[in-house]
């Protein structure tokens, strides 16, 4: 577990399925996590805003608005964003080659790391018709999973109450479902197949909720995990190496980092103001 008072400068970073705009959204923790990390590039790899999520019931707290002010403050302060769009923020993808702001939106990227290697960056909903097999049993396991993420939602309470680290029930009984590996395996196949296409060195993507880095056959597989199960994030240091973060400080860890962050943010304030007066 990284400590909260610590802040990671780092080459690049990779998040994906946030869910903003859902309950799921583990959002104190990917706020710590914003609050503690620096990157030249930040790849947001696609479900970062749920809109499919929004259509059905509107549900929009103000700490989900202070992740979007977190990452365009980023965009201020020098760093690259770049949003390449998922499944259930596929409306952006109509937006593909354009620049919002500090913003650029692409369907996918090429990312070249310190040490030479490219990767293919895509969220990698385009490999289900490849990887998943219709039947009886998939539709039962997506019913209990999204019966599982609600569930988790009181599990979370609990550590929350009882000051433990981040532990996500949903996660750890999806691994023990029937054909799960199954799935996963699939699925980096797939994804590692279109970047050998493409005459890359891996792939970055998201999607599944199953974070991961293996090399497979000379190739990178790089899954950069979820922010409603795993909460975690590929991240390159500035040698080159990458690695997965896993973000795990307790609820009280976090709410002593934003007293911190608010003392901080009042003191550069008072003196502004009494710079602007003299």
């Known amino acids: ?28 923790l990917l706020i ?39 990452l365009l403050e980023k965009g201020r302060q020098g760093t690259r964003i770049v949003y390449v ?16 702001g500090n913003i650029e939106i692409a369907n996918h990227a090429i990312h070249t790391t310190r040490d ?16 998943r097999r219709p039947s009886l049993g998939v539709w039962l396991g997506g019913f209990a999973c999204r019966r599982l993420l609600t569930l988790n939602r009181f599990v979370h309470w609990l550590h929350d ?7 996500s029930l949903a996660q750890h009984l999806k691994a023990r479902f029937p ?27 998201g999607h599944i909720h199953r974070a991961a880095r293996a090399e497979v056959d000379g190739l990178l597989y790089c899954n950069d995990g979820d922010w409603v199960e795993s909460c975690t994030a590929l991240v390159e240091k500035h040698n080159g190496e990458l690695s997965l973060l896993e973000w795990r400080p307790t609820a009280a860890t976090i709410a002593a980092a934003a007293v911190s962050v608010s003392a901080w943010v009042q003191t550069v304030t008072s003196v502004d103001s009494e710079q602007e007066a003299a």
């Open 161 to 167: 109450v009882f000051d433990r680290p981040y532990w």
């Open 179 to 205: 054909g799960a590996q199954g799935y996963v395996d699939r699925y980096r196949n797939a994804t590692l197949a279109a970047a050998r296409e493409m005459g890359v060195d891996g792939v970055v993507c």
């Open 1 to 28: 577990m990284p400590a909260s008072s610590r802040h990671h400068s780092l080459r690049t970073v990779w998040l994906s399925d946030i869910h903003l705009g859902s309950r799921e959204c583990r959002v104190k």
């Open 32 to 70: 710590d996590f914003l609050r503690h990390t620096r990157c030249d590039v930040l790849y947001l790899v696609g479900d970062i805003v749920d809109i499919e999520n929004l259509r059905k019931s509107f549900y929009w707290p103000v700490s989900h608005t202070e992740v979007l002010q977190l």
């Open 85 to 100: 769009p998922g499944n259930h923020d596929h409306d952006l993808r109509a937006l593909a080659g354009l620049k919002l």
């Open 116 to 131: 030479g290697r490219r990767l293919l960056v895509t969220h990698g909903d385009q490999f289900d018709a490849a990887v």
